[in-house]
Structure formats: C-alpha cells, structure tokens
C-alpha cells in the first residue's frame, strides 16, 4: 500500500508561481506512474500532468509551457512546478501514484491553491 502526502500549496497572485510536492511511503518501488489532479469548485476532477517512470511526461492543453512535473525516485517524490499562474488554476491539487497496467491507485489528500488579487 501507497500514502501520499502533498505540501505547496497556498494563495498566490496571478501571474506567480508555486511549487507542489509529493512524498510517498509504502510500497512505492511498484509504482511505476504519478500525477498531478485537480479539482475546482464545482468541475471534475482533471489530471494536470503525469510522468512516467521513464521520465516520459505529459500536460493538461490548459497548463502546457506553464508547468513542469518532475519526479526523484530514489527520495519518493513528486513534484510540480507552476509558473504564470492564472485564476483558473484555482482548485485542490492531488498527487496520484499507480502501478500500471493492472496494479493499485494510491491518491493524496490533496493541496489547495488559489489564485486571486
């Protein structure tokens, strides 16, 4: 079994920056898959952006050339990192890690962020 537990989180202006990470336990040497979720008021849960462990990654259309997702397999983390933020990227942010194809998904508790003047 996977906890995580994400920090990073808080209240920004539009246009600055936060850093969100992502420290797993547990069986984290199965998991092979992590991601960053978001949810907004109201809206479904969206993924953000993943990466795998190849380092191969991939974006929300919305949150290209903005943010970076980064991983460190040996410290069990996640990390994303997110510049030009804008109000729409309001919204609780959680860190998800699977076992893929077949295996388990373990999900944070999740971080909020709000960006406003």
């Known amino acids: 079994q996977v906890q995580l537990v994400e920090s990073g989180g808080g209240l920004v202006e539009p246009g600055g920056s936060l850093r969100l990470s992502c420290v797993g336990s547990g069986t984290m040497f199965r998991t092979n898959y992590m991601a960053w979720y978001r949810q907004a008021p109201g809206k479904q849960r969206e993924l953000v952006a993943g990466?795998?462990?190849?380092?191969?990654?991939h974006y929300a259309d919305s949150v290209k050339g903005r943010f970076t997702i980064s991983r460190d397999t040996a410290k069990n983390t996640v990390a994303l990192q997110m510049n030009s933020l804008k109000s729409e990227d309001t919204g609780v942010y959680y860190c998800?890690?699977?076992?893929?194809?077949?295996?388990?998904?373990?999900w944070g508790q999740g971080t909020q962020v709000t960006v406003s003047s």
């Open positions: 990466i795998f462990n190849s380092g191969a990654t």
């Open positions: 998800q890690a699977q076992q893929r194809p077949f295996g388990y998904t373990s």
